[in-house]
């Protein structure tokens, strides 16, 4: 597959993934706002039932107090003002005392009576007599008003005093009005009982899940203070207020109730009750769905870039392959023609052609242990031994390699350290050093190997006079077909696989590798394998 068609293939794998995104986010959007609609209906009928509650709270608490409380007492008062003693102190207080039952109690709902003569405009009291501004506003309101329909009428004064009046007559057939001024603590009593003889809703809605409990009930006075109350808890968003208006003759006007239902009660007035919310569960599941897709994203690039990365290091080992192979073709041609002048030519022919054959060898060993270590089939056969002898072989195998160069391998090794390892693994992954060594460093240059011992470890140090490796690369050019950029530019042949091959080899000897700047400027590759010292160092020795 060209790198045209394998771009133009994943940004049409992208443009699938983003467009079903988008498709799980409108489903998404669309399931919340179902939810969303079908929660409100289910709101609102549980609004209406609160609805329901509060008209019949008007209804009942309108008709108990106008009824068996207001016209009861304007009735009584009427009839006495009609007889010959008139409405006087001692009839009022009869009727507070007396052996009626509903008068007695529609009594305690006054503070004081009174008695007004329309045509003589004379006001009368019994009992505690209210301010001089309410009584001026009551006589003024009474002898400009008309003769009013119903069986009374209720006059609020602007201080919040409250009067029910009636029309009557006395023997002689003056016009009088008489009534009473309200005590509204009393009226607290009336609104609770009527509250609470009987449920608020019909017995056929009434079950286990949907009782008293459930329900909430507050009738509040024009200045919004509270004179009955039923159920322990409000629920405004399931709730209504309502005013009483002139119901019964206006009985309760400026008066409001506000009722309200318990949402986890409402399963028994709504099929299936309010509906939960979905949105944290749609959120949750458009997260795992945006993440799956950025995954699938991020592991496509990451899949483009290791093609792109194959690629290349494909070119770069055929690149390093042809030129060992090109130089054994030619010395080989060289001696079979017999072209030899002298036997110091065959003899250098021969060294590099041994030369070019090892670095050969390296490189393929190179290429077997990386596709070995991606299909982790490759296993070691760690035996403890002393590594001093296993680092001078492979030094001395090396040194051909740097014949026709100026550089210089300086050993500095320590006798008894010994360590549990593979000897090829251990070799491979010290020719891997040193020909990075060679190859990234100045032509004229000493390459240090040393091995010492360090806190039951055993540590192998590689150290060149190279430019070094930035500290923020240092990671970096231990994963796989990764090189420096200033390598690249500088057309340093190289497969990108060498120290991810050293890593690999070094980890599955539970070790571990690492670089810092060495003393010289250069770069300083430092192994360390679990070992121990069991004699005492050598001197420094050079090959």
Excluded at 51 to 56: G, H, R, S, V
Excluded at 138 to 159: C, Q, T
Excluded at 392 to 405: H, K, Q, S
Aim: aromatic content about 6%; glycine content about 8%; overall charge neutral.
């Amino acid at each position: 597959m060209t790198g045209a068609s394998a771009s133009a293939r994943a940004t049409l794998i992208v443009a699938m993934l983003l467009v079903s995104l988008a498709t799980a986010g409108i489903l998404a959007w669309q399931a919340y706002a179902a939810a969303a609609y079908h929660r409100a209906s289910a709101e609102r009928v549980v609004r209406d039932y609160a609805a329901l509650i509060a008209d019949e709270a008007i209804r009942r608490t309108s008709a108990e107090v106008g009824y068996a409380g207001y016209y009861t007492l304007t009735s009584a008062l009427a009839q006495a003002a009609g007889k010959p003693a008139g409405l006087s102190a001692e009839t009022a207080s009869a009727l507070r005392s007396g052996p009626d039952d509903r008068r007695r109690r529609a009594a305690g709902l006054a503070r004081s009576f009174f008695l007004i003569d329309r045509r003589a405009q004379r006001i009368e009291f019994f009992g505690q007599r209210p301010g001089a501004e309410a009584n001026a506003e009551l006589v003024k309101h009474l002898a400009r008003s008309p003769a009013h329909e119903g069986p009374f009428e209720v006059f609020r004064s602007p201080a919040g005093d409250t009067f029910v009046s009636t029309q009557a007559r006395d023997l002689r057939g003056n016009p009088l009005s008489v009534g009473f001024e309200l005590d509204h603590r009393a009226l607290d009593d009336w609104l609770d009982d009527a509250l609470r003889r009987q449920p608020l809703l019909p017995a056929s809605l009434m079950h286990e899940r949907f009782n008293a409990a459930s329900v909430h009930v507050s009738v509040r006075d024009a200045a919004g203070v509270e004179h009955a109350r039923l159920g322990p808890q409000h629920w405004p968003e399931l709730g209504v207020v309502k005013p009483f208006g002139d119901v019964y003759q206006g009985v309760l006007a400026g008066y409001t109730v506000e009722a309200s239902i318990d949402p986890s009660a409402a399963a028994g007035l709504v099929i299936g009750g309010l509906p939960r919310s979905r949105l944290p569960f749609l959120l949750g599941l458009f997260a795992v769905i945006a993440g799956l897709t950025v995954t699938a994203i991020l592991q496509l690039r990451r899949e483009m870039t290791l093609t792109r990365l194959r690629s290349e290091f494909v070119s770069n080992v055929s690149h390093e392959l042809r030129t060992p192979l090109t130089q054994i073709r030619v010395f080989a041609e060289t001696l079979l023609l017999e072209r030899i002048r002298t036997p110091e030519e065959r003899r250098r022919s021969l060294e590099i052609i041994d030369r070019e054959a090892r670095r050969l060898t390296q490189l393929v060993d190179n290429v077997l242990s990386f596709s070995r270590g991606e299909r982790s089939v490759q296993s070691l056969s760690r035996q403890e031994r002393e590594l001093a002898p296993v680092l001078r072989e492979v030094l001395d195998d090396f040194a051909p390699l740097l014949r026709g160069t100026e550089v210089e391998l300086v050993a500095r090794l320590d006798a008894g350290v010994r360590a549990a390892v593979d000897e090829d693994a251990l070799r491979q992954v010290l020719l891997n050093l040193l020909d990075n060594a060679v190859k990234y460093g100045p032509r004229r240059q000493q390459i240090l190997v040393a091995l010492e011992a360090v806190e039951k470890k055993a540590r192998i140090l590689v150290e060149d006079e190279g430019p070094g490796i930035p500290e923020k690369e240092r990671k970096r050019v231990f994963e796989r077909f990764q090189r420096l950029d200033r390598e690249e530019r500088a057309a340093v042949a190289g497969t990108g696989i060498g120290l991810s091959v050293v890593r690999d080899l070094i980890a599955r000897s539970h070790g571990r590798c690492s670089i810092e700047t060495g003393e010289r400027g250069g770069a300083r590759f430092i192994i360390e394998l679990p070992g121990h010292r069991a004699t005492p160092a050598l001197e420094e020795e050079r090959p």
